[in-house]
């Protein structure tokens, strides 16, 4: 067999290239110009006027950060270090505000009651009292079942949770938690 020399194995290669990219072109127009199939086609939008689609409320990051600002406020007022949490609906941390000299451990903890506090739409001191029947509830994943969680609700339903942790009670975490909320709703 004999060898080609690199100028023709650099034309072949050129040629084989130009073949190649003239069918891909050509395959990419005739996709381009033909008409829609049912399989391509866009699936139909669900009927509203049978309740297949929900509208829900969510928190935005400025409400979120006002928020949060909030609590940790009420907590330096009252000269507590703690760490302020603000979670979505799907428990997604939005912001989180670590106070001066508040302890390591609060920064996962508060995110932890602001979970909790959204998914069950209730505060997490009420949470806890649970435990004494499902002491299981501590298992679930994410989730922290001491005081300092409230959640944020919009007609009803829970858009987000704000969890405090660092003062040395649950009831101070959950009063500055409150202190969060409330600044949503003026």
């Known amino acids: 067999m004999k060898k080609m020399s690199q100028r023709a194995r650099v034309l072949t290669g050129a040629a084989a290239a130009a073949v190649l990219g ?3 072109l050509g395959a990419v127009s005739a996709n381009a110009a033909a008409p829609a199939t ?9 009927d509203a006027a049978h309740g297949d689609l ?14 949060a600002q909030a609590a940790l406020d009420a907590a330096e007022d009252d000269n507590q270090r703690v ?6 609906r799907n ?11 508040a302890g390591p451990q609060s920064y996962d903890s508060a995110q932890r009651k602001a979970f909790t506090a ?12 649970r435990l004494a029947s499902a002491p299981n509830l501590k298992d679930i994943p994410g989730t922290l079942f001491l005081g300092g969680g409230a959640p944020v609700t919009a007609k009803g339903a829970p858009v987000a949770g704000i969890g ?9 975490d ?9 600044a949503l709703t003026r």
């Open 54 to 67: 929900r509208q829900t409320t969510h928190l935005t990051v400025d409400a979120a950060v006002r928020a």
């Open 83 to 88: 760490t302020v949490a603000v979670v979505d």
């Open 164 to 172: 405090v942790a660092g003062a040395p009670s649950g009831d101070l």
């Open 38 to 46: 049912a399989a391509t086609a866009p699936a139909k939008a669900a």
């Open 118 to 129: 959204v998914s069950w739409n209730a505060p997490t001191s009420e949470l806890a009292k």
């Open 22 to 24: 003239a069918g891909t």
């Open 174 to 182: 959950e009063k500055y938690a409150r202190a969060g909320v409330t």
């Open 91 to 101: 428990g997604t941390t939005l912001v989180t505000l670590r106070g001066d000299g």
